[in-house]
């Protein structure tokens, strides 16, 4: 009798409906991502029953999910309920990724997208051309893949084909960069400037052949001869 019943519990379960919610996710604003870069999470969960649970978002990368956000929700019948969150981009992700929303049983992924520690940046150097013991400035805007103004450091390298002849770090203050060079006990000759810039987050970028820079070891002069005026 105890079997039948058994028997008889398990047919009503595997003839019981299924409670499913739809996860839907809006499209995210860009196709490539920095460390530390805040990425908005939209979307709505809709289904056919009073539910409650842990909306969870995670961040997946190849091999590795890691969870950014979880917040208990309760979802009315047949009623769409709307999240938007910000999350920020944790310093171990890498390469292709894409966002995960999960609640209950079920889930639903965006578009994989690219994060990258690359940055941009763009250098000057004045004057180009120097005397020994003389300084250059060196100057230049170093941002993030959205254009946002990084803070960190800038390592300077000065080079002439594989050798490094100086090297120097500066601050990296709301993205600008400004440095200040004395070429000393360095023969003269022209010199690459090779920037490695980081920000406060990892991202890491280096700009070879940034600016270029010649130096004179000898004493330029420049004269110019007045013309004369004979008195009779």
Do not use: H, W
């Not at 309920?81 to 999350?87: A, G, I, Q, T, V």
């Not at 000065?158 to 200040?180: R, S």
């Amino acid at each position: 009798m105890i079997k039948k019943v058994r028997l008889l519990f398990t047919v009503i379960l595997l003839f019981l409906p299924i409670i499913k919610a739809d996860i839907s996710l809006d499209p995210l604003l860009d196709k490539e991502y920095n460390l530390g870069d805040q990425i908005q999470v939209s979307g709505y969960i809709l289904s056919a029953t009073n539910q409650q649970s842990n909306l969870k978002i995670s961040l997946g990368c190849e091999a590795e999910k890691v969870q950014l956000f979880s917040r208990y929700i309760n979802v009315k019948a047949n009623t769409k309920f709307p999240f938007s969150e910000f999350l920020v981009i944790p310093q171990s992700a890498n390469g292709k990724c894409n966002v995960i929303a999960e609640f209950l049983t079920d889930f639903a992924g965006t578009d994989f997208f690219d994060i990258t520690k690359n940055l941009n940046g763009k250098f000057s150097l004045t004057p180009g051309d120097v005397q020994l013991g003389d300084s250059v400035k060196l100057t230049g805007t170093v941002t993030k893949l959205n254009n946002e103004k990084v803070n960190g450091f800038a390592t300077v390298y000065v080079k002439q084909e594989n050798n490094t002849f100086f090297t120097d770090q500066g601050k990296i203050e709301e993205g600008q960069l400004n440095f200040l060079y004395t070429p000393s006990s360095i023969l003269g000759g022209v010199y690459s400037i090779d920037i490695l810039a980081s920000d406060i987050y990892g991202n890491q970028f280096l700009f070879e052949n940034a600016a270029t820079l010649r130096i004179y070891d000898k004493l330029v002069v420049s004269a110019t001869l007045d013309k004369l005026q004979l008195l009779p």
